[in-house]
């Protein structure tokens, strides 16, 4: 053994081979944390050390190689200076080029994930193989950072730049076939062949037949493109990832610039300029609340596993309701595997929840997405039915149908007769109260909310909503039901809108307030776009139906009167009293045409204005940052009470169901961060100067205010910056 720590060992193998094993300790994975990195600089030390070696092959004992850094050591490493995070990127750069240096050839062994910087280190290698199943990337853009340890340097060298630019730029996991395609790997090979090719490529990198050294030249040397070369590949690419990135999110353009800027320049050169990149990326707030969101993320994801350990089996599920909602949800659950029935009274309801189905499954059939084969085993998984024949088996029941409590409670009642004892039967609803849909059931410790949001092929998140009598065992199977389709669950607690509606309607209360005053809703919709919404609230009150809003918000008022109840007619009600419904029938704040695809098209509708003139109490000139304060202060204001009054567990919680339910803008981190950004007391002074004028709906909470005189924040973390 030539070296063992807690993460790495190098033992030498028959013929002077070196195995470096990446082994984490404890952990289920593998990650380069800076201890990590310590032990790979002393593993390096006794490899330089050794005489006689003939090669290296560095491999990894978990079912990953390495999923990247240790991300939860990064708000606090960002928090340090510029030339704090410089130098630490440049000592990683000099460990590395030793690993790049060393006299023999190196190879690694891609057995499973590689990414980050585990797709760096594999880089530092002359040669890589690459099992069947494995995938290998580099995600930093998702932080709203670049590559820092050689990504950007050696990746292009290797592949091409156009190749390193789309990897780098949209930081995509990519599988074998395209890592080969693109020469980013040297051979694929099955999962249990793959030690023997990685020797097998030493072998014949020491017989002569695969030239090692050139390989190192390629990789030290300046990109090979002419001037010419380089500004087409460089300037095109700029102008389609801006387009697609959005002025919000600098990292993927600052990687392009990073890769054109190291082009000309030898191998430490480049590195210092991607060294410089990443400490001023690392520093900006679009890269802590993307950290921070990847935390969330993880602290989510942790949750719902524990549900999923006590989960009984969810082998066979049903919905009931065949529409577009009960046909998305009957496609998710049969693409991601659980077959399911889709029951309506209606033969033609069926038809419309299949056709929907079909369509979903037609769209990636024509992307490439899946074969004629697995098109055809989905749609099998999906079973139609007018009669509860075959529930007698079922593990759990979505509850589909249109959203009126009468309706929904008989529907309940009737497919409870018809199931086991042990089925769980879960309501697909927006604003329902579970615990009144729980009345009239005989076994309501098996009742809960499943609250997808629309279109449910798409939309991540579902609301696990937990009634006052809902047992843990019928919340953990309707969680392990979610992540078996794919979808991100967060348990809340029943109340009026559970969390995403509840926090959403205040947001629409505020925008209804600027139009009383006078401010034109396209020129709100543009403001809130610039601000990062994927949609503004006009345009997303048509996307969501003028119908369904008044309902929910007549809801919403009826439970919390004191700051959701609106006196007099809104223009959203004038909207829906004049049969503008949104989309669904072609009007409602815009009108709507079918672009080319075939899809609805917003347009400026002068009759929609004329409308909206009717609600104009009094005219005042707002500022675009009062206006984004007007729509904000409500939303953000009504979190902090859903986690006040235990709706939702965590921060990290509510923050993740707004960002994947309701589109909140991700490089903003959340509502909450939102607020520890600007500050407790400084959002706080906002709220006041807003309720003193316009209401209860902006006013601070008690709690709000004593943490905002202590200097709390609802991520600790926050005040380290």
Same mark, same amino acid.
């Given at each position: ?6 993460? *790495? ?10 195995l470096l094993t ?45 999923v990247?850094?240790?991300i939860?050591? #990064? ?7 510029e ?6 990127n ?19 062994a ?15 290698t ?9 995938? /290998? ?12 340890w ?17 990897w ?7 599988d074998a076939?395209?890592?080969?395609k693109v020469?980013a ?22 017989a002569g037949?695969?030239?090692?050294r050139?390989?190192?030249t390629e ?5 090979k ?5 380089q ?27 990073v ?14 300029i991607?060294?410089?990149? #990443?400490a ?14 990847f935390?969330?993320?993880?602290a ?23 529409g577009i909602m009960?046909?998305?949800i ?14 309506d ?35 099998s ?28 409670s008989?529907?309940?009642a ?6 086991s ?7 697909n609803?927006s604003? *329902?109260?579970?615990?009144?849909l729980?009345?009239d059931?005989?076994?309501p410790?098996? !009742?809960?909310?499943?609250?997808? #949001? ?5 939309m ?20 392990a039901y ?21 926090v ?6 505020g ?6 005053h ?5 020129r ?6 610039r ?7 006009a345009y ?5 139906g *003028? ?26 009600? /004038? ?5 503008r419904?949104?989309?669904k ?23 929609a204005?004329r ?11 707002l500022?675009?940052?009062?206006? *984004? ?8 204001m009504?979190t902090v009470?859903?986690?006040?009054d ?20 991700? !490089? ?29 709906l902006?006013a ?12 709390e ?9």
């Open positions: 053994m030539l070296y063992q720590g807690d993460a *790495i060992r190098v033992e030498v193998q028959d013929g002077g081979i070196a990446l082994d984490l300790k404890d952990e289920a994975i593998n990650k380069l944390s800076s201890s990590v990195i310590g032990e790979l600089s002393l593993a390096v030390d006794a490899l330089e050390a050794e005489s006689g070696l003939k090669g290296l092959i560095v491999a990894s004992a978990k079912d990953v190689f390495i990247g850094a240790d939860t050591e #990064f708000h606090a490493m960002f928090a340090k200076d030339a704090f995070l410089v130098d630490m440049t000592r990683i750069h000099a460990l590395f080029n030793r690993i790049e240096d060393l006299p023999f050839p190196t190879v690694t891609l057995n499973g994930l590689a990414l980050g910087g585990g797709c760096e280190l594999s880089l530092t002359d040669f890589r193989v690459m099992a069947e199943t494995a995938q /290998i990337g580099l995600p930093e853009t998702k932080l709203g950072i670049v590559p820092g050689g990504g950007c340097v050696r990746l292009p060298r290797l592949i091409g730049a156009d190749n390193a630019i789309e780098i730029a949209g930081g995509s996991q990519n076939e395209t890592a080969f020469g790997v040297d051979d694929v090979v099955p999962q249990e062949k793959l030690m023997a090719a990685a020797r097998d490529i030493l072998d014949k990198a020491n037949d695969f030239d090692y050139a390989r190192r990789k030290g040397s300046p990109l493109l002419n001037a010419v070369e500004m087409m590949a460089f300037e095109t690419a700029k102008g389609y990832v801006a387009g697609k990135a959005g002025p919000h999110y600098p990292a993927p353009i600052e990687a392009i610039r890769i054109q800027k190291g082009a000309g320049e030898g191998r430490e050169r480049a590195q210092a991607e060294a410089q990149a #990443f001023k990326l690392a520093k900006t707030d679009v890269c802590y609340n993307l950290v921070g969101l935390m969330n993320d993880q989510v994801k942790k949750k719902a596993k524990q549900y999923e350990k006590s989960a009984g089996t969810v082998a066979q599920a049903a919905v009931l309701g065949a009960g046909g998305g009957a496609y998710q659950s049969a693409y991601k595997g659980t077959p399911i029935l889709m029951k009274i209606k033969p033609e309801a069926i038809e419309l929840g299949l056709k929907e189905a079909r369509k979903l499954l037609t769209k990636q059939l024509e992307r490439g997405k899946l074969s004629q084969t697995k098109l055809a085993e989905v749609l998984n999906i079973r139609p039915t007018l009669s509860y024949g075959d529930f007698d088996h079922v593990d759990l029941v979505v509850e589909a149908v249109v959203e009126n409590p009468k309706i929904k008989a529907v309940l009737e497919v409870e007769a018809n199931v004892e042990e089925t769980i039967l879960a309501s609803t604003t *329902i109260s579970i615990d009144r729980a009345a059931l005989k076994r410790e098996n !009742f809960c909310g499943m609250h997808f #949001f629309n279109p449910v092929h798409r991540p998140l579902v609301e696990v909503i937990r009634g006052a009598r809902t047992s843990d065992a019928a919340v953990a199977a309707t969680v979610a992540r078996q389709m794919g979808k991100t669950p967060i348990v809340v607690n029943d109340c009026p809108g559970f969390l995403v509606n509840r959403l309607f205040p947001y629409f209360g925008f209804s307030g600027l139009v009383e006078g401010v034109d809703f396209e709100a919709d543009k403001i809130m776009e601000f990062g919404w994927p949609m503004g609230p997303l009150l048509d996307v969501v *003028i119908d369904t809003a008044v309902h929910a918000s007549e809801v919403m008022a009826e439970g919390f009167p004191d700051r959701m109840a609106h006196e007099g007619k809104s223009a959203i009600q /004038i909207m829906l009293d004049n049969q419904l949104g989309q029938n072609g009007k409602g704040f815009y009108a709507y045409e079918e672009d080319k695809k075939g899809k609805p098209k917003k347009v400026h509708d002068d009759e204005h409308l909206v003139a009717e609600v104009v109490r009094e005219t005042r000139e500022s675009d940052d009062e206006v *984004i304060a007007r729509m904000m202060v409500p939303l953000c009504e009470r859903c986690l006040e235990g709706i939702v567990g965590s921060p990290a919680e509510a923050d993740m169901a707004l960002i994947y339910g309701i589109g909140f803008p991700p !490089f903003r981190g959340g509502a909450l961060r939102y607020i520890d950004a600007m500050g407790v007391a400084e959002f706080v002074a906002v709220a006041e100067r807003l309720a003193d004028e316009l209401g209860a902006y601070p909470t008690v709690r709000l205010r004593e943490m905002a005189a202590s200097g924040r609802f991520y600790p973390d926050a005040s380290d910056r």
